[in-house]
Structure formats: structure tokens, C-alpha cells
């Protein structure tokens, strides 16, 4: 019942930026956590960032001082600045929402975008 769509991947030289979005819709009432993961080829998908309603943020240690993500409440919208860029973030990258839906019974529920692909040349 509730769709995430990512944008803003490409393909950048190394030490540039990018600036990712990720747009929640559908029967929702109210998004509690939202972050980002990504999975590069041959590992595992792994935490990148994460943002709580908040506005309280975590970062992966590899990551640190170079992405930062933020969130629009209003546009149900979670972004994820990066900067700096390295060979190594090449990778797909998926939003995450914790998202409890209009329903009788509310859940929260953890819904997947389908992915962006961002890579990272020397």
C-alpha cells in the first residue's frame, strides 16, 4: 500500500556529489523511520544512513563526514547528500521507510524502494 521511489543516481568521477531522493506515497499515516542502504556487487547490503522522525541521524563509519541525510515531513521525502565520492560507494542504493499505514489496525512496516544505481569512476 505504500510505494517509494528513488532518484538522483548517476554516474560521477571520483570526489564528486550527488544528491539522492527518495518520495514516499500511498495509504500513510505516519512515516517514523526512513535510511538508506545500499548493496554493492558481490556484498551484502548494508546500512548507509538513517534519520528517525526526529530528526535524530546515524551514518555508517564509512560514510561519516561525507554523506549526510535529511528529511521533508511534509513531502514524506528522505534525501541523502553525498559528497566526496569514492570508487568504493559504487553500489545500488534503496530507501527505507518505517511506515504506519491508514488501516483499523496500525503497524508499522518496513517498505523497500526498488533502487538506484550509483557509480563512481576514477
Known amino acids: 500500500q505504500v510505494q517509494l521511489v528513488e532518484s538522483g543516481g548517476g554516474l560521477v568521477q571520483a570526489g564528486g556529489s550527488l544528491r539522492l531522493s527518495c518520495a514516499a506515497s500511498?495509504?500513510?499515516?505516519?512515516?517514523?523511520?526512513m535510511g538508506w542502504y545500499r548493496q554493492a556487487p558481490g556484498k551484502e547490503r548494508e546500512l548507509v544512513a538513517t534519520?528517525?522522525?526526529?530528526?535524530?541521524?546515524n551514518y555508517a563509519d564509512s560514510v561519516k563526514g561525507r554523506f549526510t541525510i535529511s528529511r521533508d515531513n511534509a513531502k514524506n521525502t528522505v534525501y541523502l547528500q553525498m559528497n566526496s565520492l569514492k570508487p568504493e560507494d559504487t553500489a545500488v542504493y534503496y530507501c527505507?521507510?518505517?511506515?504506519?499505514?491508514?488501516?483499523?489496525?496500525?503497524?508499522?512496516?518496513?517498505?523497500w524502494g526498488q533502487g538506484t544505481q550509483v557509480t563512481v569512476s576514477s
Open positions: 534519520i528517525d522522525s526526529g530528526g535524530s541521524t
Open positions: 500511498g495509504n500513510i499515516f505516519r512515516i517514523n523511520g
Open positions: 527505507n521507510a518505517v511506515v504506519l499505514i491508514r488501516s483499523m489496525i496500525r503497524v508499522p512496516r518496513d517498505y
